[in-house]
């Protein structure tokens, strides 16, 4: 190559480089003015909130911003259903080579079969924290279910234990009571599974991925809360895309509703 074309290349090469980088750090200046300025946003509505709720003291309100779950149904295709179908068929042959399912070495639902038990050993110890855990969940309408896909994350593992709570039925029919319990209608571009009012599989049926998550702003709640008496009732900032809004500059992040969530129920503020 021609030494002037060569340099000509390298100055260009260098100018690329250059413009991301100060792309990327104007990026990030930007990101990091966003969460400061939501922060800012959050304390200003829990300080107006307790403003006038002269009845709670801050130390009796753990606030929360918790994300918002896709809302939008549309008719289940069949071509979902034939996906979900032989997702099921494979996960369950698999599932049949197993005698129990402490056979099962390899899965993607082992660390949250252990997650799940320990967090049923908590709720079993205080169901008050169970009860708040609920219905934030229901105010969040299922922000985690939108990767569940054709697939639910459903695995051997899963197949097996639905296997071990039926065990009158043999894996076809194990296959049909998945199948039977698809909605018409599911939330779009979410979970097979996802409907309106929530999960159409009852809990014996779900992944322990699903039965087992909570998100970090919920986790957060469990540590701090499990030595506190009475429990901290939940003032909780709903926004439009909280996580994903506070990695992109550019997405709409907004406040969608700030919820009092306690044991005895939720109040819109």
């Known amino acids: ?5 060569f340099l000509a290349q390298l100055t260009g090469l260098k100018s690329r480089i250059r413009d991301r980088k100060v792309y990327q750090q104007d990026r990030e200046r930007r990101i990091l003015a966003r969460v400061e300025g939501e922060a800012d ?4 509505q829990l300080d107006s909130f307790l403003a006038m709720r002269t009845d709670l ?9 918790i994300p918002v779950g896709r809302s939008k149904v549309v008719p289940l295709s069949s071509a979902r259903i034939e996906k979900y179908r032989e997702h099921l068929l494979a996960v369950a042959a698999e599932a049949e080579t197993y005698l129990s399912v402490a056979e099962v070495c390899e899965d993607q639902n082992l660390r ?9 050993q908590r709720f079993t110890q205080d169901s008050r924290v169970q009860k708040i855990s609920d219905r934030l969940c229901a105010a969040c309408r299922g922000a985690c279910c939108s990767s569940g896909g054709e697939t639910a994350y459903l695995s051997p593992l899963s197949l097996r234990k639905a296997s071990d709570a039926y065990p009158a039925l043999d894996t076809a029919e194990i296959v049909s009571l998945y199948l039977s319990r698809l909605p018409s209608e599911s939330i779009e571009h979410a979970c097979i599974n996802q409907t309106a009012s929530g999960c159409s599989l009852p809990k014996t049926l779900r992944s322990d991925i699903c039965n087992a998550y909570f998100c970090d702003p919920l986790l957060e709640y469990h540590r701090e809360s499990s030595s506190v008496e009475p429990k901290p009732a939940v003032f909780a900032i709903q926004r439009e895309a909280t996580f994903v809004g506070t990695l992109d500059p550019d997405t709409p992040n907004g406040i ?9 129920g939720v109040e819109r503020i």
């Open 112 to 120: 949250p079969s252990v997650n799940r038990a320990l967090h049923e």
């Open 1 to 5: 190559m021609p030494e002037p074309l």
């Open 41 to 44: 946003e959050n304390r200003r």
């Open 57 to 65: 003291d801050r130390r009796d309100v753990h606030p929360m911003v």
């Open 256 to 264: 969608i509703d700030t919820v009092l969530v306690t044991e005895d």
